[in-house]
C-alpha cells in the first residue's frame, strides 16, 4: 500500500505562486507515474499535470499549461506542483495519485486509471 501526502496548500491572491509537495512512501516510487488532480465544489475531478515513471515525460491539462510545472525527485520520494500567476478558478482541492507499475497503454488524465491517491490539499485563490 502506497501512502501519499500532500502539502503546500493554503490561501493566496491572484497572481501568487504556490508549490504543492506530495510526498509518497513507497521506497520504489520512481516506478510510479504520478499526476496532480484536483476537484472544485460541486465539479469533477480533472488532470492537471503528470509525469510518467521512467522518462519523466510531462503532460498538463488546460488549466496547467504554461502556469503549471510538474517535477518529482526519486531519492525523497517527493513530486511537486509550482503553480504560478494563480487565478480564482483554480481554487480546488487538490490530490496527488499514483499508478502502479504495469504493462500497456494507460492515460495519463484519466482518474480510473490511478491506484492510490492523497488526502488532498485545499488551495484557495482569492483576494
Known sequence: QVKLVESGGGLVQPGDSLTLSCAASERTFSSYRVSWFRQAPGKE??????ITERDENTYYGDSGKGRFTISRDNVKNMV???????KPEDTAV????????????SPISVVSE??????????TVSS
Open 114 to 123: 490511478y491506484d492510490y491517491w492523497g488526502q488532498g490539499t485545499q488551495v
Open 45 to 50: 475531478r480533472t488532470f492537471v499535470a503528470g
Open 94 to 105: 487538490y490530490y496527488c495519485a499514483a499508478r502502479a507499475p504495469r504493462s500497456g497503454y
Open 80 to 86: 511537486y506542483l509550482q503553480m504560478t500567476s494563480l
